[in-house]
């Protein structure tokens, strides 16, 4: 056989006077391992019988082993207390209210989860903080998507208030600005024509005038409309400022009867062109009844017709802002006017 076949050779156990001998028999039995326990019994100290001492403790003394004695005389109470556990509470036990809340956060005023949760629950917390952002983003996209649905949005409340008028660019700006500053509000326009001044009134005493009427006509042809509801009519007038210099100026008059409550407000002025007066005047008839008041054509129209622009947009084809724009700050005004006034009447009551 050559090299790659020889298998590796086992060595046989050797043999000692012609008997084989096992080497593990060679190995001494193992020796008993030190006991380090003394004869002395050592009491068993329950858990309830433990007892803490302050301060060093004794060094023992060679051989002694250090025990704790049994309590005598009164019990100890163990580190927990069968009180301790009867606190955890199953979830049927759980408060079901922020007023069982309120009750344990004072029973427990250091639990800070309790504190957190009675916050975040309680009125202006960071839940109702969120829902309101959460309420505002959602409103917010509504509106973007569809400007209508502002006015579904925010009607309604407390706040019920009517227009001496049926057109939108009254009724308008005047909504919005009594939901800004009470939230909620709703307001609608019925038709009240002048009848006892001119159709372009020229003076502040003329357009008082006529918007008086248009309340006092809402009043008296529509019972619904008692003296408790709240009525805004809008006038617009001219007034020479200085020579030749003419304006336009909206008067807001808000009355309430029940409550004593009239608020009048002049709106920005928009410039007039001279041309434009002399042209109304002109166009007005000698016989006109109302002719001690004002102008039989307005200057709305005369200035739409020279701008060749509808009679509701020649106040931004002239000075760039829109009409709506001017009576919206003026309804805000009167509307926070009339806020005050309503605090100042319910502090006298």
Same mark, same amino acid.
């Given at each position: 056989?050559?090299?790659?076949?020889?298998?590796?050779?086992?060595?046989?156990?050797?043999?000692?006077?012609?008997?084989?001998?096992?080497?593990?028999?060679?190995?001494?039995?193992?020796?008993?391992?030190?006991?380090?326990?003394?004869?002395?019994?050592?009491?068993?100290?329950?858990?309830?019988?433990?007892?803490?001492?302050?301060?060093?403790?004794?060094?023992?003394?060679?051989?002694?082993?250090?025990?704790?004695?049994?309590?005598?005389?009164?019990?100890?109470?163990?580190?927990?207390?069968?009180?301790?556990?009867?606190?955890?509470?199953?979830?049927?036990?759980?408060?079901?209210?922020?007023?069982?809340?309120?009750?344990?956060?004072?029973?427990?005023?250091?639990?800070?989860?309790?504190?957190?949760?009675?916050?975040?629950?309680?009125?202006?917390?960071?839940?109702?903080?969120?829902?309101?952002?959460?309420?505002?983003?959602?409103?917010?996209?509504?509106?973007?998507?569809?400007?209508?649905?502002?006015?579904?949005?925010?009607?309604?409340?407390?706040?019920?208030?009517?227009?001496?008028?049926?057109?939108?660019?009254?009724?308008?700006?005047?909504?919005?600005?009594?939901?800004?500053?009470?939230?909620?509000?709703?307001? @609608?326009?019925?038709?009240? /024509?002048? !009848?006892?001044? #001119?159709?372009?009134? %020229?003076? +502040? *005493?003329? =357009?008082?005038?006529?918007?008086?009427?248009?309340?006092?006509?809402?009043?008296?042809?529509?019972?619904?409309?008692?003296?408790?509801?709240?009525?805004?009519?809008?006038?617009?007038?001219?007034?020479?400022?200085?020579?030749?210099?003419?304006?336009?100026?909206?008067?807001?008059?808000?009355?309430?009867?029940?409550?004593?409550?009239? @608020?009048?407000?002049?709106? /920005?002025? !928009?410039?007039? #062109?001279?041309?434009? %007066?002399? +042209? *109304?005047? =002109?166009?007005?008839?000698?016989?006109?009844?109302?002719?001690?008041?004002?102008?039989?054509?307005?200057?709305?129209?005369?200035?739409?017709?020279?701008?060749?622009?509808?009679?509701?947009?020649?106040?931004?084809?002239?000075?760039?802002?829109?009409?709506?724009?001017?009576?919206?700050?003026?309804?805000?005004?009167?509307?926070?006017?009339?806020?005050?006034?309503?605090?100042?009447?319910?502090?006298?009551?």
């Amino acid at each position: 056989m050559d090299g790659g076949d020889r298998k590796p050779k086992i060595p046989e156990p050797p043999v000692i006077s012609g008997v084989p001998v096992n080497l593990l028999s060679s190995v001494a039995p193992p020796s008993q391992l030190p006991n380090f326990v003394t004869t002395s019994s050592v009491p068993v100290t329950t858990h309830a019988e433990m007892v803490f001492f302050f301060g060093p403790a004794p060094f023992p003394s060679a051989g002694e082993v250090p025990a704790i004695p049994l309590s005598k005389g009164e019990p100890m109470v163990s580190i927990r207390s069968p009180e301790d556990s009867q606190s955890t509470q199953s979830p049927e036990s759980l408060p079901e209210s922020i007023s069982d809340l309120e009750k344990l956060g004072d029973v427990m005023p250091g639990s800070g989860l309790l504190t957190w949760v009675k916050g975040a629950v309680s009125s202006g917390g960071i839940l109702q903080r969120v829902a309101e952002k959460a309420k505002s983003s959602v409103d917010s996209m509504i509106t973007t998507l569809d400007p209508q649905m502002k006015e579904y949005l925010k009607s309604g409340g407390d706040m019920f208030v009517v227009v001496a008028s049926d057109k939108e660019v009254k009724i308008s700006p005047i909504r919005e600005a009594f939901q800004t500053v009470f939230g909620k509000a709703t307001v @609608v326009g019925y038709e009240a /024509q002048s !009848a006892v001044t #001119a159709a372009q009134p %020229v003076s +502040a *005493a003329a =357009a008082y005038a006529a918007a008086k009427q248009r309340i006092a006509l809402l009043r008296a042809t529509r019972p619904d409309l008692t003296n408790n509801v709240p009525i805004v009519a809008v006038e617009s007038y001219i007034y020479e400022a200085i020579a030749d210099r003419w304006f336009e100026v909206a008067l807001l008059v808000l009355s309430q009867p029940s409550l004593g409550v009239e @608020v009048q407000l002049v709106s /920005q002025g !928009a410039p007039v #062109a001279g041309a434009a %007066v002399a +042209a *109304a005047q =002109a166009a007005t008839p000698p016989d006109y009844e109302h002719a001690q008041t004002g102008y039989s054509l307005t200057i709305g129209s005369i200035m739409a017709d020279s701008l060749h622009v509808p009679n509701t947009q020649w106040h931004e084809a002239t000075t760039g802002v829109s009409r709506r724009e001017v009576l919206l700050l003026a309804a805000k005004s009167i509307a926070g006017t009339y806020k005050r006034l309503l605090a100042v009447s319910a502090a006298e009551t």
